[in-house]
């Protein structure tokens, strides 16, 4: 189960199962994507996720497309289509912030109340208006701050279609916690000094003595290479990639890393 304040995580999944539409902000790899899944797991519901940083054509990610079918041309509607006339789906609009103005537009009227969509293509080109089922909800991702130079400022009237929730990186003890789910004891115990430099990261980052935290998802990918590397190997190779850049100010970010790292043994 993934880690995050009770009081918060159950208050979303109530506001979620109310059909409230919810956006959950934070930095990257922090476990948004992760959280709603098992929100909706927990819920008894199908979790659908749509990548909205992948919509730059709108109308066929979003709508759908046609296709040639013994020698006809047939219109074929879009998983998202297809998801929100599905009973009892959760589905999760995946980086939020990093979607074009047409996919924006086009999901507006599924987020408020009229929760349908026109679809010209369909019945012929007459047009069809597919309603959303009623018990499928709505939540987003985002990363926004100055850090995310791809992302966008969310249209304040889209982000007033959502109830916000903030997402911080958990600690070290908790992610711990979390690798022994999913592995066992004597996994997070071998991941420990890799915890403890995540845990660093994160206080010189507060501190304003280096440019980047490392995220909750560099450290769960780098778990299973446990079995085959050693601690200094995943380091230096993985880890300090973040930081190998060409800038005095990020090389010193690896230098304090490193450092810190020679300090325990790594």
């Known amino acids: 189960m993934f880690v995050i304040d009770d009081t918060k995580k159950q208050m979303l999944a109530a506001l979620i199962q109310s059909g409230k539409n919810c956006l959950l902000t934070g930095s990257t790899g922090c476990g948004k994507t992760t959280l709603c899944i098992e929100i909706a797991e927990e819920l008894g519901m199908n979790p659908v996720v749509i990548n909205m940083g ?18 006809n041309t047939r219109f074929q509607v879009s998983d998202f289509i ?57 939540v987003a991702t985002a990363n926004i701050g100055l850090d995310y130079s791809s992302a966008r400022a969310i249209d304040r009237a889209l982000k007033d279609r959502f109830i916000p929730f903030h997402l911080d990186y958990i600690n070290g003890k908790q992610l711990k916690k979390y690798i022994t789910s999913l592995y066992d004891g004597e996994t997070s115990t071998a991941a420990k000094p890799l915890l403890d430099v995540y845990d660093y990261s994160h206080q010189q980052y507060k501190e304003s003595k280096i440019s980047s935290m490392i995220s909750t998802r560099m450290i769960l990918e780098c778990v299973p290479l446990l079995n085959k590397f050693s601690l200094a190997d995943i380091l230096n190779n993985v880890l300090l990639a973040m930081y190998e850049e060409d800038s005095c100010s990020v090389v010193n970010d690896a230098n304090i890393i490193r450092e810190y790292a020679d300090s325990i043994g790594m």
């Open 82 to 138: 297809n998801a929100v006339q599905t009973p009892n789906t959760l589905i999760i609009l995946d980086e939020l912030s990093r979607a074009s103005d047409d996919a924006y537009n086009i999901i507006f009227p599924l987020l408020d109340f009229r929760k349908d969509i026109r679809v010209e293509e369909l019945s012929d080109g007459e047009g069809e208006t597919i309603q959303v089922d009623p018990t499928v909800r709505f």
């Open 54 to 71: 992948s919509t730059q054509d709108a109308r066929t990610s979003l709508i759908g497309y046609h296709t040639l079918e013994d020698c």
